[in-house]
Nanobody
Framework: QVQLVESRGGLVQAGGSLRLSCAAS????????MGWFRQAPGKEREFVAA????????YYADSVKGRFAISRDNAKNSVYLQMNSLNADDTAVYYC?????????????????WGQGTQVTVSS
């Protein structure tokens, strides 16, 4: 079992960058496949990016491909989401999530553990 804690998000101007991190306050992330999801006001939670437990495979939503990058450092028990070229559509609460089983990284119900979420607001 793991407990996930996201770093504080923040307010950033359109075109800017922000890096989110997700750390395990309990347990170890090294055995888990990790994902980032987001939920904008009035919308359903959506997949953003995922990375395999080894870090050798990454997956992205089309809306963030080429702008966001997910990475992990198992030695630091952390996962990161580097977000570049942010726009107003990226405004949302961002969640990190962990799943033991590989595969189907895009479905939120496949994830076993979730962080509390962190707000990212992009001003235009």
């Amino acid at each position: 079992q793991v407990q996930l804690v996201e770093s504080r998000g923040g307010l950033v101007q359109a075109g800017g960058s922000l890096r989110l991190s997700c750390a395990a306050s309990a347990g170890t992330l090294s055995n888990y496949n990790m994902g980032w999801f987001r939920q904008a006001p009035g919308k359903e939670r959506e997949f953003v990016a995922a990375i395999s437990w080894l870090g050798d495979s990454t997956y992205y939503a089309d809306s963030v491909k080429g702008r966001f990058a997910i990475s992990r450092d198992n030695a630091k028990n952390s996962v990161y989401l580097q977000m570049n070229s942010l726009n107003a559509d990226d405004t949302a609460v961002y969640y990190c999530a962990a799943k033991l089983r590989p595969g189907d990284y895009y479905s939120d119900y496949k994830y076993d553990y979730w962080g509390q979420g962190t707000q990212v607001t992009v001003s235009s």
